[in-house]
């Protein structure tokens, strides 16, 4: 497979096969013709910073996002000056890395709390600080709003409409959203809302995964191989093109299913996939 067979457009989250360390996953997409990834700080940390900058531009890729930043609804203030400086941190990466998109995931309701309202309230305290930042750094800031199921520990931003009702506040040029099929396919207002982030140039970053059920134990690694599921992606593809989005298209796995087989044959199958089903 090469890049003249409808992977000019694909990225592969590091996530969906991190069976596979950085310089495998380097070489498996030199082997495949695949120019684009999207990282994670964890695995770019324990393998070196500047090691993984020099990697991907030894192999010839580009980064499309890093992931993640976020968890920003701390009330304890302590806490949020650490999740402050771990944010500022993850924007240098990121452009040390070469991408300009980071992308946050917002955090979910503090211990003992069950203001949603509030919560998001502080992650806008916290945009307020980290989107100035970013920009000095020429990142942008990607909200992704999760799945209602995450509302109480992950991400109080559920929907596009909120995560643009934060994102609003700012700068389409420092604040704007992730658009992911997984968490948004249920929400018939998604459409709209997509139409309404690409008028203000605020798409920075289109992700796929599936939804299939049942949902496995614990949620969290139930995003399916695309053209599994329940979603058409061609479909959410031309919302996102019509709302003008030209950019890269990731595919973020988080599978248990998937991390058990060979990472290499899981990265030609789904960029297979994404040939078949979003090209």
């Known amino acids: 497979m090469s890049n003249g067979q409808g992977l000019e457009r694909f990225s592969v989250n590091q996530m969906t096969v991190k069976q596979l360390s950085l310089p495998e996953l380097a070489e498996a997409c030199g082997e495949l013709g695949i120019g684009n990834v999207g990282l994670w700080r964890e695995p770019v940390q324990a393998y070196g910073l500047e090691a993984t900058a ?7 890729l580009t980064v499309t996002t890093l992931c993640r930043g976020g968890f920003l609804t701390a009330i304890d203030a302590d806490e949020r000056a650490r999740a402050l400086a771990d944010n500022r941190r993850a924007v240098d990466e990121a452009a040390a890395l070469g991408t300009d998109t980071l992308v946050l995931v917002s955090g979910g309701l503090p211990a003992g709390s069950k203001d949603l309202r509030g919560a998001r309230e502080r992650i806008a305290d916290a945009l307020a600080e980290l989107g100035p930042y970013a920009e000095r750094h020429g990142v942008k800031l990607a909200i992704e709003p999760l799945h209602p199921m ?45 139409a309404r982030a690409g008028a203000q140039g605020r798409i920075h970053t289109f992700q796929l995964a599936d939804w299939t059920t049942p949902l496995p134990e614990g ?22 093109e019509a709302a003008g989005y030209t950019g890269a298209i990731e595919v973020e796995l988080f599978n248990d299913g998937l991390w058990a087989r060979d990472g290499r044959e899981v990265l030609a199958e789904t960029a297979a996939r994404f040939a078949e089903h979003a090209a």
Not at 54 to 60: E, F, N, T
Not at 160 to 171: K, M, V
Not at 225 to 232: K, L, N, P, T, V
Request: hydrophobic share 40%; aromatic share 10%.
């Open 54 to 60: 020099k990697l991907v531009r030894d192999a010839g």
């Open 150 to 194: 995450f509302a109480s520990d992950r991400c109080v931003v559920s929907t596009l409409a909120q995560a643009l009702d934060l994102a609003e506040r700012f700068p389409a040029h420092q604040v704007g959203v992730t658009v992911d099929t997984y968490h948004i396919w249920w929400d018939d207002t998604a459409p709209a809302q997509i």
């Open 219 to 240: 949620v969290l690694n139930g995003r399916g191989q695309i053209g599994d599921g329940s979603i058409d992606m061609r479909e959410w593809k031309g919302y996102v």
